[in-house]
Every structure is written in C-alpha cells, then in structure tokens.
C-alpha cells in the first residue's frame, strides 16, 4: 500500500521542499492550504498536477478532523505556522492560536480517527531564546523570547505529551534556521538576498536592517525536509536537533552576499531601530550530533554557498523584470 502523506502549511518554503521529497519517495502526497483572496501556490506550482490540495486551517477543528478522516493519511506533517518571529508581537493571540493551539487541534483530530497515524510537529530553536547553554541540544531548557517561541513551546510540549498520554508516535523536530531561495521575503535572509540583488541591477540603492551582531545556525532548507521525513520513519518517536553546528552574524551574512556582486555593503546598510526586536535571541548554534548518530543526517549545503545561492537567484529572477523581452519558463528554484 503507498503511502499516504498529508502536509499542513505545503504552500510554505518547507512545505514545498518536503512535498518534493515524498513525491520522490512514491508517497501520494495531500496538501492543506487556506483559503486567501490572492493565490499563495506560487512555490508549489511546479507540483499541481502531482499533490491533491485541500482547503482547511489550523484554526478549524472540525476541517481537520473530516480531513483526516477523508485523506486517511500514514504520515501527518503539520509545518503550518505565524512563523514569522517580527510579527508575533504585533499578533500575539493569533499566533498562539495558531501556531500554539493549531497543533493540539491537529493532534485531537488524529487522536479521534487514527492514533496510529505518525505525527512532525516543526518545532523550533527559537524555543531556546535566551539560551541556558550553548550549544543547545535536546535537553537544553527552553526559555522562549517572543510570542512565537512561546507559542512553539506548547506545541512542543503538546506533541510530547500526545506520545506520552495517547502512546501516539509524535515527534518534534527541533530545526534551527534554515533558508533557501523560496525563503519568504521578510526573513533577514532574504531580505537581503533580495536586496543586494536590486542594489547591483540599479532597482535600489540601500536596504535597511536591525541588529547585525545577533547569531543564527543557518542550514539549507532542502537538507532541513530530509531530517523531518528521516524521524517519521524510526522505530521510536524521538525528539531531534536538526542544524550544522556553525553559527555566524547577521552581519556575516551581509559582507558575503555583498561580496558575491562585487559591492561594499558600508555602502549600501542602514541600520534602522525600526528592525530591533522587544526581546532579541542572541545566539542560536545546534549540537546536532544526536541526529547524525541515530538518524544518519547531515547538513549538505556549507554556509558560503547558502549564501552565494540565495543570492545568485534573486540576481536572475529580478534580472528578468528589469529586462522583462529575456523573460523565459524557468524551473522553481
Ligand atoms: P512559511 O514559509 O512561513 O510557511 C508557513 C505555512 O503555514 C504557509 O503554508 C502558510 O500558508 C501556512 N499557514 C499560516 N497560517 C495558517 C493557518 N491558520 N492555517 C493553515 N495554514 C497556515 O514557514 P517555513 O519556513 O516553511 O516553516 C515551516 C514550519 O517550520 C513553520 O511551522 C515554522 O514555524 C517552522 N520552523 C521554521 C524554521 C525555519 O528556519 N524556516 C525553523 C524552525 C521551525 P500561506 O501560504 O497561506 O501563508
Ligand atoms: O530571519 P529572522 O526573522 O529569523 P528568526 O527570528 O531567527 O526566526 C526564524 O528562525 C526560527 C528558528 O530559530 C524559526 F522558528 C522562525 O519560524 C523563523 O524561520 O531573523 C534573524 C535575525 C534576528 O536576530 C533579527 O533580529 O536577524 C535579525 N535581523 C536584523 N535585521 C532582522 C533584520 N530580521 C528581520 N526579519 N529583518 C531585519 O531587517
């Protein structure tokens, strides 16, 4: 019997990466995407025609529920998030809704029809916020510093307690930051990849930026969706720190993808108090090493060339609309 996977959150960058991954794998892949007044399928849509979409939310526990019931899936991945750490302070409740409770309504709904469903909850190291230790690992306490990791906290926690009360197999992936070029634009990295590629096309002359000296363990996303698949196939449900054990500066990230077009980024950044955060995460680095002992993973892609990747698209992709007659059908990236 194939398998049958059910991804919240597929129109998101991992979400993408991971519907991929399966469709490779020979699963039949469903996909949840809620309804918004412009399409949000752009990272996907190289996939259509193979992925069956449903509309659902996180916010509904009875979509989910009749979902799961329709779908009958082997393998549940709810990557659904606000996960986007900025705006949880200016939505606090609906990120907790979402973010934090959206995974209790996931998991109740498996609970109800199939307990023997596996079960990825995306947790995050943003959980370790202003860290006890470093590197943080799996039994690192946590101590969240925005609404987001808070709201990440408790899905974590909802998750261990399902595997512990319902004796369901449900895991969370603790993931450190992972980017790529489906990264949405608002995420530090993109920003700037994004905007260092219009200041060398002539469509901009200076990007803005907050805090330069914070340190984040930075992987590729398409190395990220292998780890998430790898858990949901052990023999136990376990708990795991995904990252590359390397951690640099914001500022790292901006001299490099400065470099790659031959500009001077003094030139070019403006460090605007606007992108400061209430509550800042210093430090994030992984000590992945319990994942690469037992699930045999490893990150691919070093950082430079995340870096010099991200870049590199964004040059072609805006290259494209300032010169639209080269325009031609290009692969996702
Ligand atoms: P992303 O690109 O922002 O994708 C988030 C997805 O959630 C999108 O498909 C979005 O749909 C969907 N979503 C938002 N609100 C929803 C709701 N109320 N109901 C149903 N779907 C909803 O995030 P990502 O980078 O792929 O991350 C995937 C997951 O991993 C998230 O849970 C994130 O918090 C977590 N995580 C990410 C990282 C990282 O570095 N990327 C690290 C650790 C954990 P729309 O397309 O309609 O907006
Ligand atoms: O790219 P960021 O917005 O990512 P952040 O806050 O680390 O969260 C990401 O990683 C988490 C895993 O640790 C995920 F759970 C979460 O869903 C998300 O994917 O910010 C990174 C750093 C921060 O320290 C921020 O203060 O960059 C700093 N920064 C400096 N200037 C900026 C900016 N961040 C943004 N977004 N925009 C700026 O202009």
Redesign the pocket.
Known sequence: MANISLI????????SYLAELLLEKGYQVHG???R?STN?FQRIEHLLDQVEMHCT???DQASLERLIAKVKPTEVYN?????FVGSSWDQPILTGE??GL?VTRLLEAIRMVDTSIRFYQ?S??EMYGKVHETPQRETTPFHPRSPYGVAKAYGHWMTVNYRESYDMFACGGI?F??ESPRR?LEFVTRKISDAVARIKLGMANEVRLGNLEARRDWGF?GDYVEAMWLMLQQDAPVDYVIGTGETYRVGDFVQIAFERVGLNWEDHVVIDPKFYRPAEVDLLLADPAKAQAELNWTPKMPFRELVETMVDHDLARLSLVAKPDLKVVRKSA
């Open positions: 919240t959150g597929i129109t998101g960058q991992d979400g949840c995407y809620r918004t949000s939310d996180l916010m990557l659904a998030a606000q996960s979402v973010t959206g995306a995050s190291s993931l930051n992972h949405g996303a």
